[in-house]
């Protein structure tokens, strides 16, 4: 089946740096992927909609201007958190859908000192 | 907006026990309803799917219909295994456009554990 992986799974960092985070379709195109942040214990909640060769749509209430979301190509989309607070700690999934099925990345681990 | 709720967890049984997950939603139009799992370490997996009032989703021994009437979609199994253990979300997407690129509306999720 289709697989989708994120890069890093887990990741470190102290308050105030930027971390980026890579979703990637392995053997398949995706030209739309979107972003998921999920609190422990709660739901997905949906950030954006990331759209290959243009800009990406966020959900209301989610900041632009720091979580940055690239749609490089036709398999990789990238989320980059800037000067990232204790309150980005999460766990952010990304997803791509293929044949009218969508395809999750297993997610990655944000920890913000 | 949409929203989906479902039944609070953690939910515990033992083997062989009878299994329900009870999911309502609200939503404009005729959204496609889904049920996801998550096992320990793992991205969210498709488990089963319906996209039509009275439609009948399975998959591996679980089974969920949509009904409009109640606007419910309770997940089942009739027969649980350890092997069952994850967290399992009910999801629904919009009624218009390629549903597969649709944005997903999630519940909270429940987790299952099952003991031997």
């Known amino acids: 089946g289709a697989v989708v992986s994120q890069h890093p799974s887990w990741v470190i960092c102290k308050s105030g740096t930027s971390v980026k985070i890579e979703c990637r379709s392995l053997?398949?195109?995706?030209?739309?992927m979107f972003w998921y942040r999920q609190f422990p214990k709660q739901s997905l909640m949906l950030m954006a909609t990331?759209?290959?060769?243009?800009?990406?749509?966020?959900e209301q209430g989610v900041e632009k201007d720091k979580f940055l979301i690239n749609h490089a190509s036709l398999t990789l989309s990238t989320l980059t958190v800037t000067s990232a607070h204790p309150e980005d700690s999460s766990f952010y999934i990304c997803?791509?859908?293929?044949?009218?099925?969508?395809?999750f990345g297993p997610g990655t681990r944000l920890t913000v000192t | 907006g949409d929203s989906v709720t479902q039944m609070e967890g953690p939910v515990t049984l033992s083997e062989e026990a009878f299994l329900t997950i009870n999911c309502t939603y609200t939503?404009?139009?005729?959204?496609?309803l889904f049920w996801y799992v998550q096992y320990p370490g793992e991205g969210l997996q498709l488990l089963l799917k319906?996209?039509?009032?009275?439609d009948k989703g399975s998959n591996k021994g679980f089974e969920a219909t949509y009904r409009k009437e109640t606007t419910s979609f309770h997940l089942e199994k009739g027969s649980v295994q350890v092997s069952d253990s994850a967290v399992y979300f009910c999801?629904?997407?919009?009624?218009?456009?390629?549903?597969?690129?649709?944005?997903?509306?999630f519940g909270q999720g429940t987790r299952l554990t099952i003991n031997p």
């Open positions: 997803s791509a859908p293929r044949r009218y099925e969508q395809y």
């Open positions: 053997d398949f195109q995706a030209t739309t």
């Open positions: 990331s759209n290959e060769g243009s800009k990406a749509t966020y």
């Open positions: 939503a404009t139009g005729y959204p496609s």
């Open positions: 319906a996209t039509k009032a009275d």
């Open positions: 999801a629904l997407s919009g009624a218009s456009g390629i549903q597969g690129a649709q944005k997903l509306v």
